[in-house]
């Protein structure tokens, strides 16, 4: 058997160097290499269309590209969950002289940028370095202290700049957070029921944190929702894409069904008997898909349907492990991510979804498991449900589609 020489990438032919920071990772032991594979398969397949390399190394995550690429790198490594956060870099030569240079360009960018103080954070890998954490602060915070470019101020400064010795000495000062959390991916498959509301994005988004793929299930329930309504639903399921790397959305139509119910089932139980008619629908593509789970933006106490009692009744229709990862959050929290994720705007667009409309005034507040059973079967739905599932349309969205599309546009 012959043996198999690796071939190194020439990374000197990229111009343009970005540093990801690996968090949650980093405590995963033995299955390290496992979630690290993971991540960088992510990115890679995100920068599918641009001109960029993706390795890691000891908790850091290096891109490398060329200055055209910078824009699609910059918006994956937005998007990428997996790392704490991440830096363009200057990459320079392991010597005091090409480090202290390239803290001194960061510091005058830094002082452009309006600060007035500085701390430098050093942090030697190699070893091998002759000098250590401490020394390569000591003479680099000489370079702009020395000349007054800035005083230094190490419990709170305006601008931290990092110095990384590793296989090259890697300096920087401004950093992005993102989303943490673990590379999507590592955890299974997820339906989420998604609405055009605040919650259900934000559901879905905490789902891929810990590593799921999400798949997207959306009730259209024409004319009495709109078309604006589903394609709000649309984009919501695109931006959420962008954090899972992709995802489909089946458009179910509900209109047959939902009209039935307004026929068929007691007034204060019609918005239960919907929720159960969509858990109907969600095991039948869970089951397709092959997901593992049902997800959905509930949280306790938020509205009459989610009352124990009937988040008890909901859960009984479910056949996949039902999944609430905003379950005790209040409203403000789900708000504050949504914000976060830049769903917010479009889920306060005026346009209704089906849950909303025929809600009955009083709803029932504390339904009985076997009674609600009871009120399903007289309603005689299954046929209508199992149509809808067999009428729902398709509509995939993915980063990289997304990234392909904004260099066209360049």
Not at 17 to 34: A, D, F, P, Q, R
Not at 150 to 170: F, G, L, Q, S, T
């Amino acid at each position: 058997m012959k043996n198999r020489v690796k071939k190194e990438i020439d990374f000197s032919v990229y111009t343009e160097t970005y540093l990801g920071k690996v968090g949650e990772l980093t405590l995963k032991g033995s299955n390290i290499k496992t979630f690290e594979k993971q991540l960088v398969n992510n990115l890679r397949t995100a920068l599918e269309t641009a001109d960029a390399k993706v390795k890691v190394l000891t908790g850091r995550l290096y891109v490398h590209c060329t200055k055209e690429s910078c824009g699609a790198v910059e918006f994956a490594l937005d998007h990428l969950l997996g790392i704490t956060g991440w830096a363009k870099v200057q990459n320079v030569e392991k010597n005091m002289d090409a480090i202290t240079e390239s803290v001194k360009v960061e510091g005058l960018k830094a002082k452009a940028a309006g600060a007035k103080t500085f701390k430098i954070d050093a942090r030697r890998e190699d070893k091998a370095f002759p000098l250590n954490s401490y020394e390569i602060c000591i003479q680099a915070a000489g370079v702009l202290f020395d000349d007054g470019t800035m005083d230094v101020d190490v419990k709170h400064p305006d601008c931290v700049i990092n110095v990384e010795v590793r296989d090259k000495a890697y300096v920087y000062c401004a950093q992005k957070k993102t989303g943490r959390g673990l590379p999507v991916g590592v955890s299974g498959k997820g339906l989420l029921l998604l609405s055009g509301g605040i919650d259900s994005p934000v559901a879905g988004y905490r789902m891929m944190r810990r590593g799921m793929r999400v798949e997207c299930v959306y009730f259209h329930s024409y004319p009495y929702t709109s078309e604006e309504a589903q394609k709000k639903v649309q984009d919501l399921a695109k931006s959420i894409a962008m954090y899972g790397m992709e995802t489909h959305l089946n458009v179910v139509p509900f209109t047959e069904v939902q009209m039935k119910i307004k026929q068929k089932a007691p007034e204060e139980y019609s918005t239960l008997m919907l929720r159960l008619c969509m858990m109907k629908v969600a095991n039948m593509i869970g089951k397709h898909i092959g997901s593992d789970a049902i997800i959905t933006g509930e949280s306790l106490g938020q509205v009459a349907s989610q009352t124990s009692q009937n988040l008890a009744v909901t859960e009984s229709f479910a056949e996949l492990p039902l999944y609430r990862p905003l379950i005790g959050l209040d409203k403000e929290e789900i708000v504050d991510t949504a914000l976060e994720i830049g769903t917010y705007a479009t889920s306060i667009l005026p346009y209704e979804d089906c849950c909303v409309l025929f809600s009955p005034k009083h709803p029932v507040l504390r339904a009985d498991v076997e009674e609600s059973r009871k009120i399903y079967e007289s309603m005689e739905i299954d046929d209508l449900v199992a149509k809808a599932f067999e009428e729902r349309q398709i509509i995939r969205y993915s980063i990289r589609d997304e990234i392909a599309s904004m260099q066209a546009s360049v």
